[in-house]
C-alpha cells in the first residue's frame, strides 16, 4: 500500500522559513517524480512544485519561485520543501503527491502551514 | 496555462447524468486529469490522460476531449459522487488546476 505521510507544518510569523518533510512507503520511491500541491483553507488546488526522480528536472509555480526548494533523498525514501520568507498567502494545507505520467495518482493526508503574528 | 470550469457549481439528483466542462487556454494534447475532493479529504484521481480511468474508479465516471476543451461526465450521480471536481493540466510546468466545480444535492 501507498503511503505519504508529511509533517513540518505549523504556526509560524511572517518572513520566517519552515521545512516541510514526506515520507513514503510501500513504492520504490526512486522510481517516480514527487509533487507539492497546496490548498488555502475553502480554497482551490494549487500546485507548487515537482521533482523527478533523479532531482535533475525541477518546477515551481511562479507564486512560489525564488522562496521555495524542493529536494529529496532517496535513500530515506523522503521530499522535502523548503518555505523561505513565509507571507500570509502561503498558508495553507500542504500535500505530496506521487507522480503518474505527470498527474498525482496517491497523495498524503497534508500539513497544516499557517503564517500569522 | 489557465484552466477554467464551467459551471462552478450545480445542483443534481441521485440518478442525474452530470457533465462538467474544462478549457484550457492553449492546446494541452490529452495531459488532463479530473480530480474528486471531499470536505477535509486530499484529492482522489478519477481520470488521467483525459479519458483514461483510475484503476478503482467506477465506469460511471468518463472523461473527454483534446487540445483546448474536456469534459468529465458522471453517468449516473450516486450519494458518494457529491463532492467538488476539479481538472489538471500537466502538459508543461507550471502544472495548473481549474477553479473547481461543486456538486451538491438539489
Known amino acids: 500500500e501507498v503511503l505519504l505521510v508529511e509533517s513540518g507544518g505549523g504556526l509560524v510569523q511572517p518572513g520566517r522559513s519552515l521545512r516541510l518533510s514526506c515520507v513514503a512507503s510501500?513504492?520504490?520511491?526512486?522510481?517516480?517524480?514527487m509533487h507539492w500541491v497546496r490548498q488555502a483553507p475553502g480554497k482551490g488546488l494549487e500546485w507548487v512544485s515537482g521533482?523527478?526522480?533523479?532531482?535533475?528536472?525541477?518546477g515551481y509555480a511562479d507564486s512560489v519561485k525564488g522562496r521555495f526548494t524542493i529536494s529529496r533523498d532517496n535513500a530515506k525514501n523522503s521530499l522535502y520543501l523548503q518555505i523561505n520568507s513565509l507571507r500570509a498567502e502561503d498558508t495553507a494545507f500542504y500535500y505530496c503527491?506521487?507522480?503518474?505520467?505527470?498527474?498525482?495518482?496517491?497523495w498524503g493526508q497534508g500539513t497544516l502551514v499557517t503564517v500569522s503574528s | 496555462i489557465q484552466l477554467t470550469q464551467s459551471p462552478s457549481s450545480l445542483s443534481a439528483s441521485v440518478g442525474d447524468r452530470v457533465t462538467i466542462t474544462c478549457r484550457a487556454s492553449?492546446?494541452?494534447?490529452?495531459?488532463l486529469a479530473w480530480f474528486q475532493q471531499k470536505p477535509g479529504k486530499a484529492p482522489k484521481l478519477l481520470i488521467y490522460?483525459?479519458?483514461t480511468l483510475q484503476s478503482g474508479v467506477p465506469s460511471s465516471f468518463s472523461g473527454s476531449g483534446s487540445g483546448t476543451d474536456f469534459t468529465l461526465t458522471i453517468s449516473s450521480l450516486q450519494p458518494e459522487d457529491f463532492a467538488t471536481y476539479y481538472c489538471q493540466q500537466y502538459n508543461s510546468y507550471p502544472f495548473t488546476f481549474g477553479p473547481g466545480t461543486k456538486v451538491d444535492i438539489k
Open positions: 490522460a483525459a479519458s
Open positions: 492553449q492546446g494541452i494534447d490529452n495531459y
Open positions: 521533482i523527478n526522480w533523479n532531482s535533475r528536472g525541477i
Open positions: 510501500g513504492f520504490s520511491f526512486d522510481d517516480y517524480a
Open positions: 503527491a506521487k507522480d503518474k505520467a505527470g498527474t498525482f495518482d496517491h
